[in-house]
């Protein structure tokens, strides 16, 4: 078949313009927008009890699968899961009633040092709160895998690539 010259993708096109055509840029700040308008919202109960019910009452589950909560949502979200128990909406699970105060202290400090090791590399970094950040810090990551990429396959190169030997004539007797 033919490809028309207007219709073929140019080599030299701005990628980035045309995505940027079809996707908004996304800043710190629509992150902070979003979270203000999904935190207390209907998509978040719809998600609270979908991760309630999915993770069978596991506390970690649902703050792993509930969109930017934090340690710090976990009572909000007992006093809302205990309510829908009493009005009988959702079922009991052994998992969140007996849950050990053991388990919970393991959560926060975890919870604790993640936030720590977060505001470490956000120095290390060089990041600061500003929208360009975000962008930099994702920046910043896509290098570091394309390193790793690198040096992963600079490896299986030199382990399994043998030399050619250079065939010359023999020398006649």
């Known amino acids: 078949g033919e490809v028309a010259e207007e219709n073929s993708p140019a080599a030299n096109k701005d990628w980035d313009k045309y995505w940027r055509g079809l996707f908004t840029k996304l800043t ?13 919202s209907a998509e978040e109960l719809s998600d609270l009890e979908a991760a309630y019910t ?3 009452g596991s506390m970690d589950h649902i703050l792993n ?18 309510a829908w128990i009493e ?22 400090r975890k919870a604790s040092k993640e936030a720590k090791e977060a505001e470490e590399a956000k120095k290390e970094l060089g990041l ?9 810090l994702i920046l910043a990551r896509g290098q570091s895998r394309q390193a790793q990429a690198d040096s ?8 399994y690539s043998k030399p050619v030997a250079k065939r010359g004539k023999k020398p006649r007797k």
């Not at 934090?70 to 899961?81: L, N, P, Q, S, Y």
């Not at 600061?128 to 930099?136: K, R």
């Not at 992963?152 to 382990?159: G, I, M, P």
């Open 28 to 40: 710190v700040q629509d992150i902070v927008n979003f979270e203000k308008e999904y935190v207390g």
């Open 87 to 108: 009005e009988g909406k959702v079922d009991t699970y052994d998992a969140y009633l007996n849950e050990t105060d053991k388990k919970k202290k393991q959560r926060k």
């Open 128 to 136: 600061g709160d500003a929208n360009s950040d975000l962008a930099a």
């Open 65 to 82: 699968n509930v969109l930017v909560c934090t340690i710090d949502d976990e009572k909000r979200f007992r006093a809302i899961i205990d």
């Open 54 to 56: 999915g993770g069978k």
């Open 152 to 159: 992963f396959f600079d490896t299986l190169a030199e382990k």
